[in-house]
T-cell receptor, first 114, second 112 residues
Framework: KAGVTQTPRYLIKTRGQQVTLSCSPI?????VSWYQQTPGQGLQFLFE???????NKGNFPGRFSGRQFSNSRSEMNVSTLELGDSALYLC?????????????FGPGTRLLVL | AQSVAQPEDQVNVAEGNPLTVKCTYS??????LFWYVQYPNRGLQFLLK??????LVKGSYGFEAEFNKSQTSFHLKKPSALVSDSALYFC??????????FGKGNQVVVIP
């Protein structure tokens, strides 16, 4: 099976712009979670989608949003970019719920905000 | 709040020696615990997990971890470290539906 894919792998944006990142889960996986990784804050949970519904949301401002499509692919959007949004954004997919399902991560999208 | 802690920043070990990366947890109820590894410019790679059952969990690439309820620990171990094991290791705990809380990570350096 193909793993989790994320596009693009690298992005450079300027402050004030917006950005959309894409994640395709492993075939058959219906849950997609997003995380932000920075040197200072480590890995932080953004949100999780299952069957096109957001089930969980982390402690991030409303500038961070996401959605999931009927084929389980997910996008996250960051509006009005700030310098502090520079990070590696990781998505993870997991198999149907079972209370212990493993999350499998993609390679990430590295975003640099100038 | 449910969390994990990785007390060391960096672990240095000689190639061929045993490798241990420490993790302690703070969870109400039964914890679901995970270990991931991250190589430079890569995503997280799943190594192993503890949900229930045997306290010794075996995972990928020769890694194993021991769940110790009395010490609230879930240390990652490998009997003989390889140079290629040099990477960043994360301990994590499930805190919601497909939501993990991660430790700060441990840089492992295996010295040839």
């Amino acid at each position: 099976k193909a793993g989790v894919t994320q596009t693009p792998r690298y992005l450079i944006k300027t402050r004030g712009q917006q950005v959309t990142l894409s994640c395709s889960p492993i075939s058959g996986h219906r849950s997609v979670s997003w995380y932000q990784q920075t040197p200072g804050q480590g890995l932080q949970f953004l949100f999780e989608y299952f069957s096109e519904t957001q089930r969980n949301k982390g402690n991030f401002p409303g500038r961070f949003s996401g959605r999931q499509f009927s084929n389980s692919r997910s996008e996250m959007n960051v509006s009005t970019l700030e310098l502090g949004d520079s990070a590696l954004y990781l998505c993870a997919s997991s198999a149907p719920p079972g209370g212990g399902e493993t999350q499998y991560f993609g390679p990430g999208t590295r975003l640099l905000v100038l | 709040a449910q969390s994990v802690a990785q007390p060391e920043d960096q672990v240095n070990v000689a190639e061929g020696n045993p490798l241990t990366v420490k993790c302690t947890y703070s969870v109400s109820g039964n914890p679901y615990l995970f270990w991931y590894v991250q190589y430079p410019n890569r995503g997280l790679q799943f190594l192993l997990k503890y949900i229930t059952g045997d306290n010794l969990v075996k995972g990928s690439y020769g890694f194993e971890a021991e769940f110790n309820k009395s010490q609230t620990s879930f240390h990652l171990k490998k009997p003989s470290a390889l140079v290629s094991d040099s990477a960043l290791y994360f301990c994590a705990v499930r805190v919601g539906n497909n939501r993990l809380a991660f430790g700060k990570g441990n840089q492992v350096v295996v010295i040839p």
